[in-house]
């Protein structure tokens, strides 16, 4: 049972421009959502974060929009850099702190 | 930076053999879990600790079992690794009060 999923293993950007990265899940149990962000060979790191009761999250030029009748939510990169090539996992946080990750999306944004 | 080691960062094996992978934290964190990264899954966890020799099972745990005996360590140990056990393994740290984790480098081992 894929409880978080992310359907784009991949999404290439323009310098400058916005990425949409999209994430669906179906626990409705999740308190909050994160965003972490994994560069090759390192551990992942934590983005944003979002709790269950909000539907938008700034930080920077990240975004996290939650949308909570469809299931949906969704990390906007503005303006994109090619410092932001990473994979980007969406996770789902239940009580005790327990993460469950999906399958990571591969941005590249190009110069 | 949060202050998690692991140990050792690579690592070949055969099978049939035990391993055991080592993650270290200077930060006094009281949750402490073991990851397992494969292409197509993310991350999945293995097991979890909640303090000192407080664990529980994680989605992933047949074949691996963790010990805690300080708060400090937190070993993964695969009794008889197997090929499918071939990946990359994550600790991660968290405190009571966040739901945040702080991620390891991460160990690759290979079972051949």
């Known amino acids: 049972d894929q409880q978080v999923k992310q359907n784009s293993p991949s999404l290439s950007v323009q310098e400058g421009r916005i990425s949409i990265l999209n994430c669906d899940y179906t626990?409705?149990?999740?308190?909050?959502f994160l965003w972490y962000k994994k560069y090759p060979a390192e551990g992942p790191t934590f983005l944003i974060s979002i709790s269950s009761i909000k539907d938008k999250n700034e930080d920077g030029r990240f975004t996290v929009f939650l949308n909570k009748s469809a299931k949906h939510l969704s990390l906007h990169i503005v303006p994109s850099q090619p410092g932001d090539s990473a994979v980007y996992f969406c996770?789902?946080?239940?009580?005790?702190?327990?993460?469950?990750f999906g399958e990571g999306t591969q941005l590249t944004v190009n110069p | 930076d949060a202050g998690i080691t692991q140990s050792p960062r690579h690592k070949v094996t055969e099978t049939g053999t035990p391993v055991t992978l080592r993650c270290h934290q200077t930060e006094n964190h009281r949750y402490m879990y073991w990851y397992r990264q494969d292409p197509g899954h993310g991350l999945r966890l293995i097991h979890y600790?909640?303090?000192?020799?407080?664990?529980d099972k994680g989605e992933v745990s047949d074949g691996y079992s963790v010990s805690r005996s300080k708060t400090e360590d937190f070993l993964l140990t695969l009794e008889s690794a197997t090929s499918s056990q071939t990946s990359v393994y994550f600790c991660a740290i968290s405190t009571i009060r966040s739901y945040e984790q702080y991620f390891g480098p991460g160990t690759r081992l290979t079972v051949t």
């Open positions: 626990n409705s149990m999740f308190d909050y």
């Open positions: 600790s909640y303090g000192v020799k407080d664990t």
């Open positions: 996770t789902g946080e239940t009580s005790g702190s327990r993460l469950t």
